[in-house]
């Protein structure tokens, strides 16, 4: 899909720069930060620099103004080269930022979108709870109007940049019994857990946000793959939000993260995907320099077929992922693109992995090759932003509901 139906030359010019950067500046610490499930601060400087933090948003607002299309490139060529990094832009920019740019006030926007947007603090999303994963809507935290503020009281788990991250978009319950109409999201402010690191290199942190009292993160997740991206418990014990604070109406919480899910499962198409070309990349380069039984593995028929259905797949892969984005981009409802494509791409990152590893036969077992760092980092894409269950649930819902309609 080099000269795709869906690029501009801005698209490809945006591609080359960030291929470029992770090339140049995330390749060669990839797998250190992976062992050291070290929070990659210095790129995140960069990568705020770029404008690789705000894509989507207005210049106005302190974003790239460029489209979705160049967002989703973004993830998808970041995680080529490592997930940890992509994530660390798709959470921060789909997840922590876009409700409020969707669903804010004209204040809440101009408050927090350019903290946000030029990579100045790094935000994060709160909805999954210890008893609502995949049943997001038995969210049990809650927030009680008093006053002029909310009392909200709770926790979230698995929270990408629980710890590093200064603003929070949280649900929590305000009316009680009333379902999925009973439940509000705030904007939520702490310190990050970094500090010393974040003063040093002058980000991640801004003294002017309110550190809202009882509001902390956990202990950091020791996880199996994306381990140089920060994953942290939130904990709300008391905390006055102030009202102002509400995003959108009170009961359109949970109705506005649905909606925001959508988006991140295209970003986690594209990151899979990526991981997925990652992966095929570095195996289609070895089988042409691996020799076994006096020839390169590249000339077995057995190996050839592998690469076939992984190069068939991955471009089967792409038209789904930037079909759901191209929809979103051009306003068409896409949550049924958006399913299709996540379990796709996140499936497809998985069977490209095995099979990236079976061709590098032993050496693909150690460190030595990225392709064992590719496979760990590609399991949690058919867990977060819902399951592969949850995805076929979201597309036969869909399904069925055109049939009725
Ligand atoms: C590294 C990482 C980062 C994350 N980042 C965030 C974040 O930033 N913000 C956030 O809010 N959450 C985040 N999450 C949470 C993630 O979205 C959840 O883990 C995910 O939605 C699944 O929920 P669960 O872990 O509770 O699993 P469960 O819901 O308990 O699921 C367990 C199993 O049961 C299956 N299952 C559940 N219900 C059904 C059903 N109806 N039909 C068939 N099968 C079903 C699931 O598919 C799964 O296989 C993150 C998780 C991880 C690991």
């Given at each position: ?17 960030v ?11 990839a ?9 990659p ?17 207005p ?94 009281n ?16 949280v ?100 990151l ?32 050839q ?14 038209h789904l ?12 409802p ?9 379990l ?12 990236a ?46 049939l009725?309609?």
């Open positions: 899909m080099e000269d795709s139906l869906y690029f501009s030359e801005q698209h490809l010019a945006v591609r080359n720069m291929r470029e950067f992770a090339r140049g500046e995330v390749a060669p610490v797998a250190e930060l992976d062992a050291k499930a070290e929070f601060w210095a790129n995140v400087k960069k990568m705020g620099e770029l404008g690789l933090l705000g894509i989507p948003w210049e106005e607002l302190g974003g790239a103004g460029l489209d979705l299309l160049s967002y989703m490139i973004v993830i998808n060529e970041m995680a080529k080269i490592d997930a940890s990094h992509a994530i660390t832009i798709s959470a921060h920019t789909t997840l922590g930022t876009s409700p409020i740019v969707n669903f804010g006030t004209a204040a809440q926007k101009k408050r927090y979108v350019p903290l946000l947007a030029t990579g100045k603090v790094l935000g994060g999303f709160g909805l999954t709870e210890p008893s609502a994963g995949s049943d997001a809507a038995s969210t049990r935290s809650t927030a009680v109007r008093k006053g002029s503020h909310y009392v909200l709770g926790s979230k788990i698995f929270i990408t940049h629980g710890g590093v991250g200064e603003i929070f978009i649900t929590a319950v305000t009316e009680p019994g009333a379902g999925t109409k009973g439940i509000s999201s705030f904007i939520v402010t702490k310190e990050s857990s970094d500090l010393d690191k974040t003063k040093r290199l002058g980000i991640g942190h801004d003294d002017s946000l309110t550190s809202m009292r009882g509001f902390t993160s956990g202990k950091k997740e020791d996880k199996l793959g994306w381990r140089a991206s920060d994953t942290r418990s939130l904990v709300f014990e008391d905390v006055e939000v102030p009202a102002e604070n509400l995003l959108g109406e009170e009961g359109e919480g949970f109705n506005n993260f649905m909606r925001t899910l959508d988006s991140g499962r295209v970003g986690i198409a594209a899979s995907l990526g991981i997925a070309e990652g992966a095929f990349e570095h195996s289609l380069r070895y089988s042409t320099l691996r020799k076994q039984f006096g020839q390169r593995i590249s000339s077995f028929q057995g190996i077929f592998q690469l076939a259905d992984i190069a068939t797949e991955i471009e089967a892969g792409k992922m930037f079909h759901a984005a191209w929809m979103a981009q051009n306003k068409q896409f949550s049924k693109q958006a399913a299709i494509a996540k796709y791409c996140s499936e497809l990152a998985m069977r490209t992995t095995i099979k590893i079976q061709i590098h036969g032993g050496y693909g077992y150690t460190k030595e090759y990225p392709v064992e760092r590719m496979f760990r980092d590609a399991k949690i894409c058919e867990i977060g932003e819902g399951t592969s269950e949850i995805q076929r649930l979201v597309i036969a819902r869909n399904l069925l509901k055109e009725a309609d």
